[in-house]
């Protein structure tokens, strides 16, 4: 019976049943039209196919379907998935396809599309412009480089590659410099070549105006250089030369020769430079002379001109963009009206939400700046609060400033995360921070405290900013902020001591600073320190003579550091890396081997996860010794070092150097890693049991 049922259904049974369904079910319908499409439009003729092209651009331009911009999926997203899966796909516009992708969220289709079709046509200039606004609108920053590199890399003289591995790199101010240089060679070339063209232009006129009878005289001139040149240019044919001057001329060419889009390039991403070198001068002035209203809002407040900033932001109220209603906010918040700003916080929200709904769902970048600025916008709401609360001039004030206080101090940035994301939060901070104390207190004891928690706050954050910059390598921002803590009138000796140490923490980071570093550490007053304080400076003290040469003094500030802490574990991390300099330098290595693998252990030991990287660096100078040979008693000399340290060490820290622990049971000195296997299998048995089915194996 089931069987005659069976036989009975029809195509047009499964259909109705489809089509019932996917009106039911929206996944259902996008997967039956992804599924449905590539073999109808690929059977279709090309003649029907030019046809249906040039139908679906129009209903693609179309603005009624702008309704499905909001909704996950589209119809945009299922037509442009479906295109993409034909063997013969429609030709679209590349500036539809960009817009598309922006507007109906549907980047991961787009970006393949435009990655083949540059593949196929690597000199298509609209395919790299497009592309890169795509990235950057996702900052996958490792792709846009990598984009950059590939279109300007083999341009002029490789100053784009250049600049771009520097900005990769991280290193702001080389890039900076190599997009200046380039920009001015280029400047200057294309000067000196208008230069030759008008002068030839000159020459050529002024022969063509001469009459016939008189043309000898004034032609002299021109066949005697023109002999010259020839002349020039047989004497180098023969003699061969270094061909500087035929590269010169290649170069000057090249240089002269670039694309509007290099030269915008450069000008775009020696901004970005500037912008996170703090250069915000600079910053404003290029933002005014190209009439860059978000540079320029975006360079105001941080530079405080607040009464420039509210001109610009009247003159700015169409099409604002998340980061300027954010600015439009400070701008009212500053001058004092928290009222007027309930509406752009709505709106503010709305528009953030939206641009949170149209990024794709895989990746974490394309999120990063959607989340900074909800954090700004958070942080302008507590500081509404904080400024109607401070205004009232009771001591509910205290109290509640306090607890944004110790919120704020949590909630910062990540130490990797981008330095002007963190300058955006400290610029404002410090902002609401000057409005606390310039708010009228009736109360003395009120003011008091306020002014006491604002300065202690203020120093806090600054210093924690500068130890940022110095994590970016950027010694310049860092110590142009920690100059700020100076001028305060009260500051704790916590936040005194982590400023000094951060401040010697970028001398190390410039080698001509080092002398200043140790003067510095030698001029401290230790009395007022405590024993934990005394060792982070003695350490730093050994570093620096290490740097400059003074290696015998440098054994002893280690020494003295790691006496006063003994926990100390960057002290022990210092030391090991001079003992391990020292011997990689010429040393005995029976005197600074065991003391190099007893520091490392026990900066692994107390050093946390970070230090545990130099435990590899133990193994290898422990299978270094035992290779030199045991005629000396060396190996037992350092396999002695090693197994009295390793007793301390919990053997978790061993997991990841599993492989090579095996690896030294086979060798000469596996009696002294054998202690360090049997704690290993004691409590982790599973991880050591694969590494030794491999190796028996």
């Known amino acids: 019976r089931f069987a005659r049922a069976a036989g009975r259904v029809r195509a047009g049974d499964l259909l109705r049943a489809a089509g019932e369904l996917a009106h039911h079910n929206l996944l259902f319908a996008y997967e039956m039209w992804l599924a449905s499409f590539p073999p109808v439009w690929d059977s279709t003729s090309p003649e029907q196919q030019r046809y249906l092209q040039n139908v679906i651009i129009k209903v693609l331009s179309k603005k009624h379907i702008m309704s499905q911009c909001h909704l996950q999926p589209n119809v945009v997203q299922a037509l442009l998935e479906a295109f993409s899966r034909c063997r013969e796909r429609p030709k679209m516009p590349v500036e539809l396809l960009a817009h598309l992708a922006r507007t109906y969220n549907a980047w991961h289709i787009v970006i393949p599309i435009l990655e083949q079709a540059l593949v196929a046509r690597p000199d298509h200039s609209a395919l790299f412009d497009f592309l890169a606004r795509l990235y950057e609108g996702l900052d996958d920053t490792d792709m846009l480089w990598g984009l950059q590199s590939k279109r300007f890399g083999a341009s002029g003289a490789g100053d784009t590659r250049v600049a771009l591995a520097y900005e990769h790199l991280g290193l702001w101010h080389r890039a900076q410099d190599a997009y200046l240089t380039a920009m001015s060679r280029t400047a200057l070339l294309q000067a000196d070549a208008d230069a030759a063209r008008r002068y030839e232009e000159h020459m050529s006129a002024t022969a063509d105006a001469a009459p016939r009878d008189a043309s000898a005289p004034f032609a002299a001139p021109r066949l005697e250089a023109s002999h010259a040149e020839e002349s020039t240019g047989s004497s180098m044919e023969v003699d061969g030369g270094d061909g500087s001057d035929d590269k010169r001329r290649a170069d000057g060419a090249a240089a002269v020769d670039v694309s509007e889009s290099e030269m915008s390039l450069w000008e775009n991403q020696w901004v970005q430079c500037a912008r996170r070198l703090e250069q915000w001068d600079v910053v404003r002035e290029y933002a005014t002379t190209t009439k860059n209203r978000e540079q320029l809002l975006d360079s105001l407040w941080k530079l405080g001109h607040w009464h420039n900033l509210r001109d610009v932001v009247v003159s700015t109220k169409d ?24 509406r752009l916080f709505a709106t503010c929200t709305q528009a953030m939400l939206r641009s949170w709904v149209d990024l ?59 330095i002007v994301d963190w300058k955006d939060l400290v610029v404002w901070r410090q902002a609401v921070f000057s409005h606390v104390l310039t ?25 924690r900013y500068a130890q940022a910059a110095r994590k970016h390598v950027l010694p310049d921002v860092s110590l142009q902020n920690l100059a700020k803590v100076v001028v305060l009138p009260t500051m704790e000796g916590r936040d005194a001591f982590a400023r000094s140490k951060q401040q010697l923490k970028n001398y190390l980071l410039v080698p001509t600073e080092h002398r200043n570093g140790l003067n510095m ?60 300099d020292t011997l990689r330098a010429g040393g005995a290595i029976a005197e600074w081997a065991p003391y190099a693998i007893n ?47 390793t007793g301390a060490l919990p053997p978790s820290v061993w997991i990841f150097w599993l492989p090579q622990l095996v690896e030294a049971a086979r060798r000469p000195e596996a009696r002294y890693v054998e202690s360090v296997l049997c704690g290993v299998a004691d409590m982790y048995p599973q991880a050591l049991f694969f590494h030794l089915r491999a190796a028996l194996a």
Request: glycine content about 8%; proline content about 1%.
């Open 599 to 645: 520091c490392f252990l026990q900066a692994a030991r107390f050093g946390g996860e970070t230090a545990r990287v130099v435990l590899g660096r133990a193994l290898a100078l422990l299978n270094e010794a035992a290779d030199y040979g045991a005629a000396f008693g060396l190996a037992e000399r350092v396999g002695a070092a090693f197994v009295r340290a």
């Open 319 to 342: 099409d604002r963009s998340p980061d300027q209603l954010l600015v439009e906010i400070m701008s009212l918040l500053h001058g004092g009206k928290v009222q007027a700003t309930e």
């Open 360 to 418: 794709p769902e895989g990746g974490v970048h394309a999120y990063m700046r959607a989340l900074h600025q909800f954090q700004r916008l958070v942080e302008l709401q507590e500081s509404a609060h904080v400024m109607v609360e401070v205004s009232k001039g009771d001591r509910q004030c205290l109290s509640d400033l306090k607890g944004v206080v110790s919120t704020w101090r949590d909630r910062t940035p990540n130490d990797w995360d981008d």
């Open 521 to 580: 550490i030698n001029n401290t007053n230790l009395d007022f320190l405590s024993d934990d304080q005394r060792a982070e400076l003695f350490a730093l003290k050994g570093e620096f003579q290490r740097r400059i040469g003074m290696h015998e003094e440098a054994h002893g500030s280690f020494s003295t550091a790691l006496r006063l802490h003994s926990t100390y574990g960057k002290g022990w991390l210092l030391w090991g890396r001079y003992c391990d």
């Open 439 to 463: 708010a009228q207190q009736k109360d003395t004891e009120v003011k008091a405290t306020l002014g006491a928690m604002v300065y202690a706050e203020t120093a806090s954050t600054i210093v």
